[in-house]
T-cell receptor
Framework: NAGVTQTPKFQVLKTGQSMTLQCAQD?????MYWYRQDPGMGLRLIYY???????DKGEVPNGYNVSRLNKREFSLRLESAAPSQTSVYFC????????FGEGSRLTVL | GDSVTQMEGPVTLSEEAFLTINCTYT??????LFWYVQYPGEGLQLLLKATKADDKGSNKGFEATYRKETTSFHLEKGSVQVSDSAVYFC???????????FGSGTKLNVKP
């Protein structure tokens, strides 16, 4: 009964370093999403994937790349991290309503 | 474009007080509307939803009615508890595109 699982939960990076956030869902959902949450900004969509093999940009895609590896997994990559990418990142999937992971808190120094 | 606007917080209430959190939306067509709740340190979870005009979603004593004439989906609860302290997000889903738009969130603090 895992739902949406994302890793890591916490990460500290230096400016310019790269990292990948992993996300997996076990609900057989077609659509998956990456959001970032910043104070006073609510959730902003970074990228989404409507089905395996497809990805599309959301509101704030700059500085990120994604891979829909298979139906279960959707990863988010920061190639060269910047302090402006300090945020809490949420992965989600949907079969009509959104199911969220617990979040990944990223700090870029 | 499509968007959701909700009242700014924080909202501070005493236990057993009546709660209203306003939410209005802008969207073409007939979106589904949702309220999500985020407890401290956790991800968001669905609180309630409504998929067509005049539908009322309800859960855990919370209610919201889909009002197409006023493009609103206000969240209400008759008697809040300390355990209701959380951040509440209004959202809409353009079903055809399966894209969700969120409001900025409203933090609720309930004092004993």
């Amino acid at each position: 009964n895992a739902g949406v699982t994302q890793t890591p939960k916490f990460q500290v990076l230096k400016t310019g370093q790269s990292m990948t956030l992993q996300c997996a869902q076990d609900m057989n959902h077609n659509s998956m999403y990456w959001y970032r949450q910043d104070p006073g900004m609510g959730l902003r969509l970074i990228y989404y994937s409507a089905s395996e093999g497809t990805t599309d940009k959301g509101e704030v895609p700059n500085g990120y790349n994604v891979s829909r590896l298979n139906k279960r997994e959707f990863s988010l990559r920061l190639e060269s991290a910047a302090p402006s990418q300090t945020s809490v990142y949420f992965c989600a999937s949907t079969g009509g309503e959104l199911f969220f992971g617990e979040g990944s808190r990223l700090t870029v120094l | 474009g499509d968007s959701v606007t909700q009242m700014e917080g924080p909202v501070t209430l005493s236990e057993e007080a009546f709660l209203t959190i306003n939410c209005t939306y802008t969207a073409t067509g007939y979106p589904s509307l949702f309220w999500y709740v985020q407890y401290p340190g956790e991800g968001l979870q669905l609180l309630l939803k409504a998929t067509k005009a005049d539908d009322k979603g309800s859960n855990k004593g919370f209610e919201a009615t889909y009002r197409k004439e006023t493009t609103s989906f206000h969240l209400e609860k008759g008697s809040v508890q300390v355990s209701d302290s959380a951040v509440y997000f209004c959202a809409l889903d353009k079903y055809n595109f399966n894209k969700f738009y969120f409001g900025s969130g409203t933090k609720l603090n309930v004092k004993p």
